[in-house]
């Protein structure tokens, strides 16, 4: 039984020399500093598209649409594989993050060609995401009618 214990000792003591060291304050402020620019980026498109006469509604829609745009070339040409690298959790604003594991799923198997690599893996992410944003959203709408 000592000497369970013992090797259990030692097998800590392996684990936590060669595990990486994580800096939380730096990570946490990259992902801070980016995130934020990136939520920066997606308010200036808005004011930039209401200041050229559209709704506020439209300009928040079409901002949407940019940012999902954006993160998509900047995925397909790796430059948003090194920003997520760099900014961890950060680059995971919702909709360029979503829009980034969508698009970098679909790449790894566009040598499959263009339906079933491309197209098929498109919602190999997409798919489980909309099939529990329904069931949520009718779970909710019931509890809505509910109450």
């Not at 920066?40 to 940019?66: C, P």
Request: aromatic share 10%; glycine share 10%.
């Amino acid at each position: 039984m000592a000497n369970i214990k013992q090797l259990k000792s030692q097998y800590q003591q392996i684990v936590k020399s060669h595990s990486p060291k994580n800096n939380v304050l730096r990570n946490s402020l990259r992902a801070f500093w980016v995130g934020g620019t990136i939520c920066i980026i997606g308010q200036a498109l808005t004011n930039v598209y209401m200041f050229y006469g559209m709704e506020r509604e439209d300009a928040k829609m079409l901002m949407t649409v940019t940012l999902i745009l954006l993160s998509t070339i900047l995925t397909a040409l790796n430059v948003y594989d090194n920003i997520g690298q760099y900014a961890g959790a950060g680059a995971l604003v919702p909709i360029t993050g979503f829009a980034n594991s969508m698009v970098s799923s679909a790449m790894e198997f566009k040598k499959e060609g263009y339906i079933y690599g491309l197209g098929a893996k498109l919602f190999v992410v997409a798919g489980p995401v909309i099939v529990f944003g329904t069931i949520a959203s009718v779970v909710v709408g019931i509890i809505y009618y509910l109450v």
